[in-house]
T-cell receptor, first 110, second 114 residues
Framework: QQPVQSPQAVILREGEDAVINCSSS?????VHWYRQKHGEAPVFLMILLKGGEQKGHEKISASFNEKKQQSSLYLTASQLSYSGTYFC???????????FGKGTLLTVNP | DVKVTQSSRYLVKRTGEKVFLECVQD?????MFWYRQDPGLGLRLIYF???????EKGDIPEGYSVSREKKERFSLILESASTNQTSMYLC?????????????FGPGTRLTVL
């Protein structure tokens, strides 16, 4: 079952902050975050593992609440380059298979 | 630079044709994946492979098959293309099982079935 992302879309002015949420009905082993710009392939941003480890982008942070099966991506002081569709992908066990949400369209305007 | 390449960016086929989509990665990754991406539905996993000649069904395998004869190459086959298979197809690879297994995506193939 696909994780649920919210909001579906958000519009920001440059310099504003945003939070994108990802919620699953299943117990999670890890959560991945990817960004896809229009006409391009998705690009890896972050991985958050059960137990607290994470790896990712230096200017983007995220949290992972294992008990609630939720993750949030925090975009601070947004830049024009942050525009794109953000996907979370959830892994239910250490089996490398991801189930992606439907995406959140982020638009950053000057 | 890591690289995942797909054989075509755009492809137009007729209903009933057999269609091959090819994906090649140069990173010596064990895992490879095929997704389809449709507006409003996100990325949905069709098939994946964790080793040469090994494959597992994803969430929407019906109407598709795959082949992985070499570690670097993963093919998606539409045995008899139908109009509801018109979509963007994305291939990805990842380096290991579990842990920091970020996926690297190819540029995608936009398939139109007439």
């Amino acid at each position: 079952q696909q994780p649920v992302q919210s909001p579906q879309a958000v519009i920001l002015r440059e310099g504003e902050d945003a939070v994108i949420n990802c919620s699953s009905s299943k117990a999670l082993y890890s959560v991945h975050w990817y960004r896809q710009k229009h006409g391009e392939a998705p690009v890896f941003l972050m991985i958050l593992l059960k137990g607290g480890e994470q790896k990712g982008h230096e200017k983007i942070s995220a949290s992972f609440n294992e008990k609630k099966q939720q993750s949030s991506l925090y975009l601070t002081a947004s830049q024009l380059s942050y525009s794109g569709t953000y996907f979370c992908g959830t892994e239910g066990g250490s089996n490398y298979k991801l189930t992606f949400g439907k995406g959140t369209l982020l638009t950053v305007n000057p | 630079d890591v690289k995942v390449t797909q054989s075509s960016r755009y492809l137009v086929k007729r209903t009933g044709e057999k269609v091959f989509l090819e994906c090649v990665q140069d990173m010596d990754h064990e895992n490879m994946f095929w997704y389809r991406q449709d507006p409003g539905l996100g990325l949905r996993l069709i098939y994946f492979s964790y080793d040469v000649k090994m494959k597992e069904k994803g969430d929407i395998p019906e109407g598709y098959s795959v082949s992985r004869e070499k570690k670097e190459r993963f093919s998606l086959i539409l045995e008899s293309a139908s109009t509801n298979q018109t979509s963007m197809y994305l291939c990805a690879s990842s380096p290991r099982l579990g842990g920091y297994n970020e996926q690297f995506f190819g540029p995608g193939t936009r398939l139109t079935v007439l």
